[in-house]
C-alpha cells in the first residue's frame, strides 16, 4: 500500500473501502476497496477529507480484475456483440443486432476451467434482439496472475469465433396448408395464422401460402412450383403422421428433395420432417404446431432464419431437453426447451 495525494490519483485503486457519513442521513461506503478512481471522484474525496489515500498495487505478476475482464472480452468478443464498460470486474456483451446467438460450449468449458475464471453465457442457437445480453464475463479475485489471461488469449486464437451474433437473412417463404377440412371448407384454417404469428415476431411473411387437399401428388407439385417461383423455405403444414390421409412425408419425398429427417425426439413435434432440395428448405408442420405455443419448429426456425442448414445429427441431438413441460405460461425460449 502506498499513500498519494487525490489529486494524483486518477486511474489507481482504492485499497480499501473507504466510508462516507452524512449526519443523520447516511452511512456507509462511498467508495468500495478495488475501485479505480475517476475524474469526478476527486472532489467527493476531498469533501470526505481525504487529501491523502492509499493506493493498492497489484502483486508482481498480476493485473487488477477490470484490466483481466477487458482483456478477456476483447479476445472473445466476435461479430454482432459489443461490450461494456466493467461494472465492479464484470463486463457484459451485449447483441448489436437481432439474430442467432451462437456459442463455442467446448471454447468457454477451456476458458473456465482455467483457476479463477468466469465466463458465461446464454445457451447456444438463442434468438436475440439487439440489446439483449448474451454473456458475462469477469475473474474471481480482485486481481489475477497475468499468466492466466495469457493462457485465455492463446486459447482464443485456437478458434474463429468463440461467441458471436448471426444476423437473419432475408428468406422468400411459402406455404402450403394440406388437409381436406381446411380445403374443402370445413373447418377454418388455423395453420395459417400461426405460422404468421411465429414468422411475424423474426420479421418474416410467408410470401405465397397456398392451400391443398389431401392429394399427394398436388401437394408435390405444389411444392415443385413453389421452389420455381423461388421459394427458399417451404413450409408444409399438417398430415404428417399415420392416417391414411397423412400425404405430407410422401409428397416431399416425391420432390426429390433429400431428407434430412422424418421424425425428431421433440415433443412437441415429433412427425416433423425436414428436406433440402437444391438450396431450398422445406419443413413437414405436424399439426401440434397449431396447438402448442412451442415446438419443433420454434427451436429449428431461428437457425433457418439465420442461414444455417440443419442436420441429422443437429435433430437427434434435441432429444435431451426436448420434452416440453406444457407450462401454463409459456416462456420459450427462456426455458429448458430445446436446449439439449
Ligand atoms: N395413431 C397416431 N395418431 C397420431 C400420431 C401418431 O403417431 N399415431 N401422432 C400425433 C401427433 S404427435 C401429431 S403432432 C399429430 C400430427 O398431426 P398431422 O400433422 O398428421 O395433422 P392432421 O392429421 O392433418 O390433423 C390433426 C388435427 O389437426 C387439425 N388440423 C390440421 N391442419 C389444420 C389446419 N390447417 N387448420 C385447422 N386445423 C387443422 C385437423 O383437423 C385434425 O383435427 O397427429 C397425432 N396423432
Ligand atoms: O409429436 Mo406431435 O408431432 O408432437 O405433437
Redesign the pocket.
Same mark, same amino acid.
Given at each position: 500500500m502506498k499513500a498519494i495525494p487525490v489529486a494524483d490519483s486518477v486511474g489507481m485503486v482504492l485499497s480499501h473501502d473507504l466510508t462516507k457519513i452524512v449526519s443523520g442521513k447516511f452511512k456507509g461506503p462511498a467508495f468500495k476497496k478495488g475501485h479505480v478512481i475517476q475524474p469526478e471522484d476527486i472532489p467527493v474525496l476531498l469533501s470526505m477529507g481525504k487529501d491523502h489515500i492509499y493506493i493498492w498495487e497489484p502483486p508482481e505478476g498480476h493485473i487488477h480484475e477490470n484490466d483481466a475482464a477487458y482483456r478477456i472480452a476483447k479476445t472473445v468478443i466476435g461479430n454482432g456483440i459489443v461490450h461494456t464498460e466493467p461494472h465492479e470486474g464484470k463486463i457484459s456483451f451485449k447483441a448489436d443486432y437481432d439474430g442467432l446467438f451462437k456459442v463455442n460450449k467446448n471454447a468457454i468449458n477451456r476458458i473456465n476451467s482455467i483457476l479463477n475464471m468466469c465466463f458465461s453465457t446464454l445457451h447456444n442457437n438463442f434468438p436475440v434482439n439487439q440489446g439483449k445480453t448474451v454473456a458475462a464475463t469477469r475473474v474471481i479475485p480482485l486481481t489475477i496472475e497475468e499468466k492466466a489471461v495469457i493462457e485465455v488469449e492463446s486459447l482464443a486464437r485456437e478458434y474463429e469465433w468463440i461467441i458471436k451474433v448471426t444476423k437473419f437473412k432475408p428468406l422468400k417463404i411459402g406455404a402450403v396448408?394440406?388437409?381436406n377440412?381446411?380445403y374443402y371448407k370445413r373447418?377454418?384454417? !388455423?395453420?395459417?395464422p400461426?405460422l404468421k404469428k411465429k414468422l411475424d415476431s423474426f420479421g418474416y411473411s410467408i410470401e405465397e401460402q397456398i /392451400?391443398m387437399p389431401?392429394d399427394i401428388n398436388r401437394i408435390t407439385d405444389t411444392i415443385l412450383q413453389l421452389k420455381e417461383n423461388g421459394k427458399e423455405l417451404i413450409l408444409v403444414?399438417?398430415?404428417?403422421?399415420?392416417?391414411p390421409?397423412?400425404r405430407?412425408p410422401g409428397a416431399i419425398k416425391n420432390t426429390g428433395a433429400s431428407i434430412i429427417t422424418y421424425g425428431s425426439p421433440v415433443?412437441?413435434? !415429433?412427425?416433423f420432417m425436414a428436406a433440402e432440395l437444391e438450396g431450398t428448405i422445406i419443413l413437414?408442420?405436424?399439426?401440434?404446431?397449431? /396447438?402448442s405455443p412451442s415446438?419443433i419448429l420454434d427451436i429449428v426456425l431461428p437457425r433457418i432464419l439465420a442461414g444455417e442448414l440443419i442436420n441429422r445429427e443437429d435433430i437427434i441431438q434435441l432429444g435431451v431437453g426436448g420434452l416440453c413441460q406444457n407450462c401454463e405460461i409459456c416462456f420459450y425460449p427462456n426455458c429448458g426447451f430445446g436446449k439439449g
Open positions: 396448408i394440406t388437409g377440412e381446411v373447418i377454418e384454417d !388455423a395453420f395459417g400461426a /392451400y389431401d403444414a399438417g398430415g404428417m403422421s399415420v392416417d390421409d397423412d405430407t415433443l412437441p413435434g !415429433a412427425m413437414g408442420l405436424p399439426a401440434c404446431v397449431i /396447438y415446438t
